[in-house]
C-alpha cells in the first residue's frame, strides 16, 4: 500500500481569500479619510447627502480591498474573467475587477521537493521492497498548470509513486541496489513525460531507502561474508604457490653451488642465535658438515663480550 500521509504537497490558494497587506492599509486609510469627510461634509450639507457620500467611500473602500493584488517574485496569478481565462499576472502589483475577474490560482515557480515511496512493491523476483524517493520539480507553464489539471500537486504525486511502481515492478533486486543512478534516470524520464503536458518538468529524481525484509537481509549478508572467505582462501593459495616457486628457483641455484647454500645456512643460523634467549634446533648432520658447533661458539663468545662491554 502508499502511505499518502506522508506526502507534504501544499494545496493550492484560491484568490478570493488572500488579503494582501497593500489592499488592506489602502482600504483603511481610504476609510479613515471618508470618515473625516463625512464629518466635515456633515456642517455643510444635509444629511442624505452624508449618508450617500458614506456608501460611496465604503464601496470604494471595499473595491480597493478586493482590486488590489499583490504576488510574490516567484508566483504567477491564473486570472479568469466571467470564468474564461483572461491571463496571468504578477510578479508584483496588479487590479482586478471584483466580481468580473477572479484568480483561481497561485501558481509557484519555484523549485518544489516533494518526498514519495512505494511500500511492499514486489520486484521482477518476487522480492517485496519499501522504496523511499525525492523528486525535485517546477512548473514552467503556469497556464497549463491551471487548465489541464484540476491539482497538479497531487496529479505530479500519483505520477511519481505509479512510475516508481513501474519502475521496481521490471527491475530484480539486484539491479535495484546496485543501479540506482539508472534507476534516478529512468524515473525522472517517465514522469517527465507524463507531466510535460501539464506544463512541469522534473529536475531529477534521488533514491532514498531500499528496505528489504530483514531474513532477505540476513542471508545476503551471510552471502557476501562467504564470498569475501573464498576469496581470501584464494588469495592464500596463490601466496603459497609463489612462495613454493620461489624455493623451487633457490634450490636449483644451490644444488650446483654448495658454498652458497653453506653461506645461507651459516646467515640463518646466525639470525636465529643472536636473538636473546633463542634456542635453535640443528641436525647433528648440519653442525658436522658446516662446522656449526665452532659458529655458534664464536657468537656466544661476541654475545658474551658485548654484554662486558656494555
Partial sequence: MINTQTYSFRPNTAGAVRINMVALTAAILFWIASAIGSVLLALRANEIWVIVYMLVTV??????????????????????????FAGLRGPGIFWLIPIVETVTQWIDHRVMVS????????????????????????VWDAEKAALEVEDYRSAISWAA????????????????????????????KIIDERTTPWGITVQSVEIRD????????????RQAQAERERQARV????????????FAEASIAYK????????????????????KGAMVIVPSSAVDTMNLGGLSGMVALAQNAKQDNG
Fill in 161 to 188: 509513486q505509479t512510475a516508481l511502481r513501474e519502475v521496481i515492478g521490471s527491475r530484480d533486486l539486484a539491479d535495484i541496489l546496485i543501479g540506482r543512478a539508472k534507476m534516478d534516470k529512468d524515473l525522472q
Fill in 115 to 138: 518526498p514519495f515511496r512505494a511500500e511492499k512493491t514486489l520486484t521482477k523476483d518476487t522480492v517485496p521492497v519499501d522504496v523511499d524517493a525525492v523528486l525535485f520539480w517546477l
Fill in 59 to 84: 464601496l470604494a473602500g471595499l473595491y480597493m480591498l478586493f482590486a488590489i493584488k499583490v504576488a510574490d517574485q516567484w508566483e504567477k496569478a491564473v486570472v479568469l474573467r466571467l470564468g474564461k
Fill in 235 to 246: 588469495i592464500l593459495g596463490e601466496s603459497e604457490k609463489q612462495i613454493a616457486a620461489s
Fill in 210 to 221: 531500499i528496505v528489504i525484509p530483514q531474513d532477505l537481509e540476513d542471508a545476503m549478508s
Fill in 256 to 275: 650446483d653451488n654448495p658454498t652458497a647454500l653453506h653461506l645461507r645456512a651459516m646467515n640463518m643460523l646466525f639470525e636465529g642465535l643472536k636473538e
